[in-house]
C-alpha cells in the first residue's frame, strides 16, 4: 500500500496522534498552515471527496463531529476554526485518501487562495 495516511494509520509512519477510534484517527499536519492544523481522515481508505458513495455518508459525517470536538479540546471553538476538504488538483490535494483540514487559532482570510 503506498498511501502515506494508510501508513499512518498503521503507525508505519509516525505521527502526532490527537484522536482515534475504530473509523477514524486525527493528526498533527507535518506542515501545519496555523497554530492548530489537524488532519482527520477515515480508516476507510478512500481516495477523494468525489469517490464518495451513499455507504460513507455517516463516516463523512464522523470526520466533522471528530473535527467539532477536537476543535473544543483545542480552544478555538469560541475564537473559530475552519474545515477543508481538497478535492482533485485544481484544490490542489496531494494526498489521496480523503482527509478533512481542521485549521484554526489565528485569523484566516477568505476567499482562500
Ligand atoms: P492536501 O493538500 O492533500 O489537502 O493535504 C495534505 C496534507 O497532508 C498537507 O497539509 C500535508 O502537510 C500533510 N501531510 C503530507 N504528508 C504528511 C505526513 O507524512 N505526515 C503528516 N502528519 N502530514 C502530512
Ligand atoms: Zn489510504
Same mark, same amino acid.
Given at each position: 500500500?503506498e498511501? =502515506? %495516511? ?12 490527537? /484522536? ?6 486525527? %493528526? $498533527?499536519d507535518i506542515i501545519?498552515q ?5 488532519? =482527520? ?13 451513499s455507504?460513507d455518508?455517516? =463516516?463523512?459525517g464522523?470526520?466533522? %463531529?471528530t ?6 479540546e483545542k480552544?478555538?471553538?469560541e475564537?473559530? /476554526? ?5 478535492? $482533485?488538483k ?5 494526498v %489521496? ?6 485549521l ?8 482562500p487562495?
Amino acid at each position: 500500500m503506498e498511501c =502515506i %495516511f494508510c501508513k499512518i494509520i498503521e503507525k508505519e509512519i509516525p505521527s502526532v496522534i490527537v /484522536y482515534e477510534d475504530s473509523e477514524v484517527i486525527a %493528526f $498533527n499536519d507535518i506542515i501545519p498552515q496555523a497554530p492548530v492544523h489537524i488532519i =482527520i481522515i477515515p480508516k476507510k481508505h478512500i481516495e477523494k471527496i468525489s469517490d464518495i458513495t451513499s455507504e460513507d455518508i455517516d =463516516i463523512i459525517g464522523k470526520l466533522i %463531529f471528530t473535527a467539532k470536538n477536537i476543535a473544543k479540546e483545542k480552544g478555538i471553538s469560541e475564537s473559530g /476554526y475552519r474545515l477543508v476538504f481538497n478535492c $482533485n488538483k485544481d484544490a490542489g490535494q496531494a494526498v %489521496f485518501h480523503i482527509h478533512l483540514h481542521l485549521l484554526g487559532g489565528r485569523k484566516l482570510n477568505w476567499p482562500p487562495g
